[in-house]
């Protein structure tokens, strides 16, 4: 059926009423969305500023001056956490898919290399961010390995980060890689593909299309976690954002950093949202409900 | 086989005494069969009888339990066979397509061409679209399996099979899932096939197609062969009381249609 076989005919009374009132109905819906989110918002507006310690909080956290001040000392930690966000997301990639391969072999000589795998995933889904940070960061440094120099603590936090959501990730890839229907593999191996070849060509590119929504909601997650490498002294967004606030004794400085991680946050998230809509479409194709 | 040999191709398939037990229930007990070059081989039987578990034998996606697979008179069963070698020279095309939903038609079919194949890109590309012309589907070669309809997917996959030229083809009730207007299309390749010389294995409930196209008829029932023969003998001339039975009710079911 063609759109220009669609046209061809034209509308009937009953229709055109049907379409009148739908377009009545919209522009109603529109209407109502808007009043009532204008009302929110003045209300939400006037509890916060008649509250009695507004003037005080406004003066320590909504700073101009002091926001404009400490913007570019904040913006530069920033491009720290940027350069840790992406070193981070690659090797996470990487190791996480590993781990997931690893997980499926079902050779019985792989068993030690399964088992290990799996303990490594339950260990680092377990230990939360923050101490992995301070046993990678302190501890590596403590070992005084010489041949490895002084490391940064940037390198430090990338690779605590990097060990802590391979874990998730991993586990994301195998949920993934389970969820491509055996009767692929079939087809596949029956063509005479190998079983390496059948993952590589089929198995995976499938997994990681049905990955792609949880994939992403976990690097937004990544992308806000990378501001705790400040804890190892790294003079990231946050950290800067603390020695202004000491500077000027407002806490203003936080909020400046707060939204620009939330205004790099934000392409990501419709990003998702978008890659998760598509996906919903093409797999529920029609209805209207 | 009543045949005389001297009529006959070389034997492409002999299965010998095959045995195929899941947990302590057998499935084929003692199978034993031929398909010579050339040759379409129809098994028949109602569902749970091994048709399937055969044909899956064969491409060695089930292990036997016992007896020989030979494939030209190489026993593939062995273990110490490589299997991916094997499965390149036998074609098997599923009941329900399992076309790869990543894959264009044209992926799909040159995807094996080139990675067990070897053959380069362009190459493959020139091959798969000259198969896709074959059974008509040219100007849907870049359309992904889910806008096909059933026997359109159904000749795809079954080309997708044939592309790497297998010594044998099996076809797995291949069209027990489609509408019964699109058997014909699907059948219509099957018999080009045929005579083209491609050699075949095919469990099928299409028991006319069976009687007109195929050299030789299986019927099985309980993992055990009732009866076989050549399929006009077979068709007109069944012998054994259940064998009389399963036609007779699949035909009534037919009737009833």
Known sequence: ?289 | MSKSVNELGPMILNVKGVWKSFEDKDVLKGIDLEVYRGQIVALIGSSGSGKSTLLRSVNLLEEISDGQILLNDVDIADPRINQDEVRRQIGLVFQAYNLFAHLSILENITLALRHVQGLEAEEAKTKALALLDRIGLLEKANEYPDKLSGGQQQRTAIMRAVALNPTLLLLDEVTSALDPELVSEVLELIRDLKASGTSILMATHELSFARDVADWVVFLDGGVIIEEGPAKDFFENPKMPRTIEFLQRLRRRAGEQ
């Open chain 1, 1 to 289: 059926m063609s759109n220009s076989e669609a046209r061809r005919f034209s509308p009937s009374e009953i229709e055109l009423d049907r379409r009148a009132f739908r377009l009545a109905r919209k522009r109603k819906s529109t209407l109502v969305a808007f009043i009532s989110t204008l009302a929110f918002a003045v209300f939400a507006w006037f509890a916060l500023v008649s509250s009695p310690g507004w003037p005080r909080v406004e003066q320590s956290f909504f700073n101009w001056e002091t926001a404009v001040e400490a913007f570019p000392a904040v913006i530069d930690g920033l491009l720290l956490n940027l350069r840790v966000l992406f070193f981070s997301a690659i090797g996470v990639l990487v190791f996480g898919l590993t781990l997931a391969l690893l997980r499926t072999l079902r050779s019985p000589i792989f068993t030690p290399i399964r088992l290990l795998a799996r303990g490594y995933v339950d260990l680092f889904r377990g230990l939360p961010l923050i101490i992995v940070l301070y046993l990678v960061g302190f501890g590596i440094p403590g070992l005084r390995l010489e041949f490895l120099g002084r490391i940064p603590v940037e390198v430090l936090g990338t690779v605590a980060l990097t060990l802590t959501y391979s874990a998730y990730v991993a586990e994301v890839f195998r949920a993934g890689i389970e969820a491509v229907h055996p009767s692929q593999r079939l087809a596949a191996r029956s063509l005479g593909l190998t079983y390496g070849q059948t993952m590589k060509l089929v198995v995976l590119p499938q997994a990681f299309r049905k990955v792609a929504p949880p994939l992403m909601n976990d690097f937004v997650s990544l992308q806000k976690d990378v501001g705790l490498i400040s804890v190892l002294g790294a003079v990231d967004a946050v950290r800067a954002a603390q020695i202004e606030v000491a500077q000027f004794a407002n806490f203003t400085p936080y909020v400046v950093a707060g939204l620009l991680f939330v205004l790099l946050a934000i392409p990501t998230v419709r990003a998702a949202d978008y890659v998760t809509n598509r996906l919903a479409k093409r797999e529920q194709a029609g209805g209207v409900l």
